[in-house]
């Protein structure tokens, strides 16, 4: 036997080591770095966009935010800060004290005196609107020979359209809903006119004071002067008054008299047009005043009304 067979046989085994997991925390780290430079240049840009008032406010703001709120003081009260609250009125009744960057300059904003700034340019528009209808009659042959019916005027309400019979020429016959031709030319041009300004209208009708043989209690005049206004409300959106422009339509019989010492003259059987101010429509959308109903009424309604049965 050989020398070699009697050598052990040694195997050798290397054993490779992995290397160690790679942590997460490089990630977050990062994530840090990210939001701290995204907060940076956020703030950079909000320092460059604002007034140095507005600045100057935020942190008196935060130095003192009691004080600021209670008392005022630019940051507080001031239309031009982010910061809105305190000032003088609290109640905003009668005005705001509007301070400026320099302390001893002021500028007191007056609500009242806004208010009555506002319905004046409201009432130059609607002048404005008066003397465009004037001047389109005037322009106009289908209208120039209907002009002693047409009646306009401003009013508490708004500016106030009055188509009016004349003895010989009425919008409607006796008795009678259905428009005459001429009245439908002259609605469908104010249609045309009307329908330039944003305001809501409103349509009326009214008749003499003749009554109905039956008396009011059938068919009276009250209903006659309802099935003409709203005879004129179908004109008018023919003629291209927009959807919702027309908020209220009603007949008012011979309660509003046009000449009171003569209740038989044709001039009381009319039809008004009232182009209405933000006074008057926000009336007539609240019903005359202010619309709340106590929840605790409301829930009594709601449970008085009978479920609709099925079907």
């Given at each position: 036997?050989?020398?070699?067979?009697?050598?052990?046989?040694?195997?050798?085994?290397?054993?490779?080591?992995?290397?160690?997991?790679?942590?997460?925390?490089?990630?977050?780290?990062?994530?840090?770095?990210?939001?701290?430079?995204?907060?940076?240049?956020?703030?950079?840009?909000?320092?460059g966009?604002?007034?140095?008032a507005?600045?100057?406010?935020?942190?008196?703001?935060?130095?003192?935010?009691?004080?600021?709120?209670?008392?005022?003081?630019?940051?507080?009260?001031?239309?031009?800060?982010?910061?809105?609250?305190?000032?003088?009125?609290?109640?905003?009744?009668?005005?705001?004290?509007?301070?400026?960057?320099?302390?001893?300059?002021?500028?007191?904003?007056?609500?009242?005196?806004?208010?009555?700034?506002?319905?004046?340019?409201?009432?130059?528009?609607?002048?404005e609107?008066?003397?465009?209808l004037?001047?389109?009659?005037?322009?106009?042959?289908?209208?120039?020979?209907?002009?002693?019916?047409?009646?306009?005027?401003?009013?508490?309400?708004?500016?106030?359209?009055?188509?009016?019979d004349?003895?010989?020429?009425p919008?409607?016959?006796?008795?009678?809903?259905?428009?005459?031709?001429?009245?439908?030319?002259?609605?469908?041009?104010?249609?045309?006119?009307?329908?330039?300004?944003?305001?809501s209208?409103?349509?009326?009708?009214?008749?003499?004071?003749?009554?109905?043989?039956?008396?009011?209690?059938?068919?009276?005049?009250?209903?006659?002067?309802?099935?003409?206004?709203?005879?004129?409300r179908?004109?008018?959106?023919?003629?291209?008054?927009?959807?919702?422009?027309?908020?209220?339509v009603?007949?008012?019989?011979?309660?509003?008299?046009?000449?009171?010492?003569?209740?038989?003259?044709?001039?009381?059987?009319?039809?008004?047009?009232?182009?209405?101010?933000?006074?008057?429509?926000d009336?007539?959308?609240?019903?005359?005043?202010?619309?709340?109903?106590?929840?605790?009424?409301?829930?009594?309604?709601?449970?008085?009304?009978?479920?609709?049965?099925?079907?």
């Amino acid at each position: 036997m050989s020398d070699d067979s009697q050598r052990p046989i040694i195997v050798r085994r290397i054993k490779k080591a992995a290397h160690g997991h790679h942590g997460g925390a490089w990630k977050i780290a990062y994530a840090d770095f990210v939001t701290a430079m995204m907060a940076f240049f956020l703030l950079m840009w909000l320092l460059g966009s604002t007034t140095k008032a507005t600045r100057e406010g935020i942190a008196e703001y935060f130095k003192t935010p009691l004080k600021v709120s209670m008392s005022g003081g630019s940051g507080a009260g001031d239309a031009s800060s982010v910061i809105q609250g305190g000032g003088s009125d609290l109640t905003r009744t009668t005005g705001q004290v509007q301070k400026t960057s320099t302390p001893a300059k002021k500028k007191t904003i007056n609500l009242e005196a806004a208010k009555a700034e506002a319905m004046r340019k409201e009432k130059a528009k609607l002048e404005e609107l008066k003397a465009k209808l004037d001047k389109k009659i005037d322009s106009q042959p289908i209208l120039k020979q209907f002009k002693k019916q047409l009646l306009i005027d401003i009013t508490a309400e708004g500016l106030r359209i009055q188509i009016v019979d004349e003895k010989n020429r009425p919008m409607f016959n006796i008795g009678s809903a259905v428009l005459q031709p001429y009245a439908k030319e002259i609605l469908g041009e104010i249609a045309k006119v009307l329908n330039d300004v944003p305001n809501s209208i409103s349509l009326s009708g009214h008749t003499d004071a003749t009554p109905y043989s039956g008396g009011e209690r059938g068919y009276s005049n009250w209903e006659l002067s309802a099935d003409r206004a709203n005879a004129c409300r179908r004109e008018l959106v023919g003629g291209g008054i927009a959807d919702g422009k027309i908020l209220r339509v009603v007949g008012l019989s011979s309660a509003v008299m046009f000449d009171k010492t003569d209740p038989s003259n044709p001039i009381n059987r009319r039809i008004s047009i009232i182009v209405m101010n933000k006074q008057t429509e926000d009336a007539v959308r609240n019903d005359g005043g202010k619309l709340e109903v106590p929840q605790d009424k409301l829930k009594e309604v709601t449970d008085a009304t009978p479920a609709k049965p099925s079907p």
